[in-house]
């Protein structure tokens, strides 16, 4: 069964669609939802793969047209490059405006849109609802319980020290 996006989770996209720095508290202010909601819906989207990160956005007109010193051309070259590979992995038109690539985004993502899931484990599908492995801040989804105690089992150590280490974060945290 896919994971449906429903009103909170547009709510919340749209509001980080403006600003993706944005933190979870100012989320909450934006949109009525609550702090540990935005957190937990966020993660979640993440731990899907829906949100694949939160990039910069630059405008390359700032920059001196004559850099003629070559070192600087080339790193031009190479962020300019890099920012071509990111808008090819989004499928958006290369010419679009920014406006525009977020009114794109806007039309798709709409209540009821629906994440496929595929099972950590396996890699099959997942039929029904997913079996949930959390720990720390990350989520992971199984098609069957025997397929989340192999992850468990494979990955003990690491889960392990990722739990200890964000632990020892929170507490810095506070
Ligand atoms: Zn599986």
Redesign the pocket.
């Known amino acids: 069964m896919p994971l449906s996006l429903d009103e909170t989770d547009i709510s919340i996209l749209n509001s980080i669609l403006e600003d993706g720095r944005k933190s979870f508290r100012q989320v909450s202010r934006d949109t009525g939802i609550t702090t540990p909601t935005v957190k937990a819906r966020y993660e979640r989207l993440v731990n899907v793969g829906f949100i694949k990160g939160v990039l910069p956005v630059f405008d390359f007109e700032k920059i001196e047209s004559d850099v003629r010193e070559e070192k600087n051309f080339i790193q031009l070259e190479i962020l300019k490059e890099n920012v071509r590979r990111r808008k090819n992995i989004n499928k958006s038109n290369q010419n679009s405006t920014l406006k525009e690539e977020i009114q794109e985004i806007r039309k798709k993502i709409s209540n009821g849109l629906a994440i496929n899931i595929i ?1 950590d ?4 599908p ?1 039929f029904g609802k997913p079996k949930i492995l959390k720990f720390a801040n990350i989520e992971r989804f ?3 319980t025997s ?1 989340k105690s192999g992850y468990s089992q494979k990955y003990r150590g690491r889960i392990e020290s990722i739990k200890k280490r964000y632990e020892g974060k929170s507490e810095l945290d506070e």
């Open positions: 099972c484990y396996c890699d099959g997942v199984f098609c069957c397929c």
